[in-house]
T-cell receptor, first 112, second 117 residues
């Protein structure tokens, strides 16, 4: 059974820091991995989608890497801003299924 | 593009009543829609997978007679919580996968907050 874990569970940093959020999964047979952002009481905003054949994806200040063999993905946020404060979720798409298995999330607070 | 809406955004109901939540893909056709539930400070848990024109597939532990799912068209799926009880209070989020996409990406709705008194 696929299990997805995110570390740390919570993070509070001053504005301007570069951050690394970690996601690990137990079964490397995945089709893709997605990173999402969720603001309190809101739905999900897709940040980056990495296919299993890819090593990384970049969008603006965000960079996500994928090491399928070791069951790890990292989300790198450069020059963090207070507006980045949210919960970040990673989700894996197991091979041969439409499903997404979500991680436990990292609650990020960036203070001015 | 790839916008998914949900209605209502929040609902409060009395225990024992039924509540219907709609999920619509606004600018694309969705062969598959997914329903998730999220309790406070927890992650999303998949409840069921809904394919247009066929019965939904429920995850283990989810009562299909309590959570009725209908996916009557390529742009609309509905979740009906029947005989709702306070323990059903949660944040319900749907997602949709496009007909044309080959990368399995899901697009998420804004969620529906259900409070059962």
């Amino acid at each position: 059974k696929q299990e997805v874990t995110q570390i740390p569970a919570a993070l509070s940093v001053p504005e301007g820091e570069n951050l690394v959020l970690n996601c690990s999964f137990t079964d490397s047979a995945i089709y893709n991995l997605q990173w999402f952002r969720q603001d309190p009481g809101k739905g999900l905003t897709s940040l980056l989608l990495i296919q299993s054949s890819q090593r990384e994806q970049t969008s603006g200040r965000l960079n996500a890497s994928l090491d399928k063999s070791s069951g790890r993905s990292t989300l790198y946020i450069a020059a963090s801003q207070p507006g980045d404060s949210a919960t970040y979720l990673c989700a894996v798409g197991p091979y041969n299924t439409d499903k997404l298995i979500f991680g436990t999330g990292t609650r990020l607070q960036v203070f001015p | 593009g790839a916008v998914v809406s949900q209605h209502p955004s929040w609902v409060i109901c009395k225990s024992g009543t039924s509540v219907k939540i709609e999920c619509r893909s606004l600018d694309f056709q969705a062969t598959t829609m997914f329903w998730y539930r999220q309790f406070p400070k927890q992650s999303l848990m998949l409840m069921a997978t809904s394919n247009e024109g066929s019965k939904a597939t429920y995850e283990q532990g989810v009562e299909k007679d309590k959570f009725l799912i209908n996916h009557a068209s390529l742009t609309l799926s509905t979740l009906t919580v029947t005989s709702a009880h306070p323990e059903d209070s949660s944040f319900y989020i749907c997602s949709a996968r496009g007909l044309e996409r080959s990368d399995n990406e899901q697009f998420f709705g804004p969620g529906t907050r259900l409070t059962v008194l």
